[in-house]
């Protein structure tokens, strides 16, 4: 059964690393919350090492831009690893193919911006569904329509026997007080269709290669002294248990509803019921970071 805390610093101590999820975490995509921030750097100031893991389909650079824009102070974190990173990595070492159909939002290219860690690196085009290899998938075109908007597409797709690359596995985030729909839903529902998906980020393990790559560049940290922190049940704890790392369970994000997160804490029943439906038992639960 999971260990509800009041505060990271309770259980924080024998840990030397943080594996922290972003969106709905450390912010809600508009504005930084205070009191995780502060936590992170009262971290940080005691010689904790923060890797901000995301499922963010940005390279690195790009989510350091964003948390900038948003205000999330710089003294939070260490380094990052992002789905985006992961999944690049993989498109330009031609798994989907060489031609590639984009979904996304038009306005969000980064992803295709060149690669330097890859030697030789695939050239990748952007062209039609119709003279396409593969699928590249960053988020809907519209993150507040509904997903299967986009089935005509991957009808002809699965056809042809296209794969799809997901760089970012989270089904919906809350941007504030609104639901977006994520790449990972759209990756869902090929995969039901019948098509083949290929993920790169959270709870899959080729984000947590990556993430211990970043914190290796920093110091050399044993996984049982590493603590996965996310509010994903699906994604954040999902994987950190598949990697076999403690986690930290915020209820009050995706999940605050399920767990009547209020005032700062979870229901101990509600959480406990919401959990055991899930089969699954992080090891500590706390409402908001903090």
């Known amino acids: 059964m999971t260990q509800i805390i009041n505060a990271l610093s309770d259980i924080s101590a024998p840990y030397e690393a943080l594996f922290v999820d972003l969106w709905g975490c450390v912010h809600d995509g508009r504005r930084?919350?205070?009191?995780?921030?502060?936590?992170?750097k009262a971290y940080r100031a005691k010689g904790g090492i923060v890797v901000l893991v995301t499922n963010s389909p940005r390279h690195r650079g790009a989510v350091e831009k964003q948390l900038d824009m948003i205000g999330v102070d710089r003294g939070a974190w260490d380094t990052i690893a992002t789905s985006g990173d992961s999944a690049r990595a993989a498109m330009f070492r031609g798994v989907v193919g060489n031609k590639v159909y984009f979904i996304g939002d038009p306005t969000e290219t980064s992803f295709f911006d060149p690669i330097q860690i890859i030697e030789n690196p695939a050239q990748i085009t952007r062209v039609d569904l119709t003279e396409a290899e593969g699928i590249v998938c960053t988020g809907p075109f519209d993150p507040l329509a509904d997903p299967r908007a986009v089935e005509p597409q991957l009808l002809y797709a699965k056809q042809k026997r296209m794969k799809l690359l997901c760089a970012n596995p989270d089904i919906v985030v809350d941007r504030g007080e609104t639901?977006?729909?994520?790449?990972?839903?759209i990756a869902q529902l090929y995969t039901e269709m019948g098509g083949e998906s290929l993920y790169f980020g959270k709870p899959h393990p080729p984000i947590y290669d990556l993430a211990r790559r970043r914190l290796s560049q920093i110091?050399?940290?044993?996984?049982?002294s590493i603590l996965c922190i996310g509010d994903g049940i699906g994604t954040d704890i999902q994987g950190a248990q598949g990697e076999d790392l403690d986690c930290l369970f915020i209820t009050g994000g995706l999940a605050a509803e399920d767990t009547r997160t209020r005032d700062g804490q979870p229901d101990p029943q509600a959480l406990e019921a919401?959990?055991?439906?899930?089969?699954?038992?992080?090891?500590?639960?706390?409402?908001?970071?903090?």
């Open 32 to 40: 930084p919350f205070a009191e995780a921030v502060e936590a992170l």
């Open 179 to 185: 639901r977006e729909w994520c790449a990972g839903a």
């Open 219 to 224: 110091a050399k940290i044993p996984d049982d």
């Open 274 to 290: 919401y959990l055991a439906e899930r089969q699954i038992s992080p090891t500590y639960s706390i409402g908001m970071l903090r």
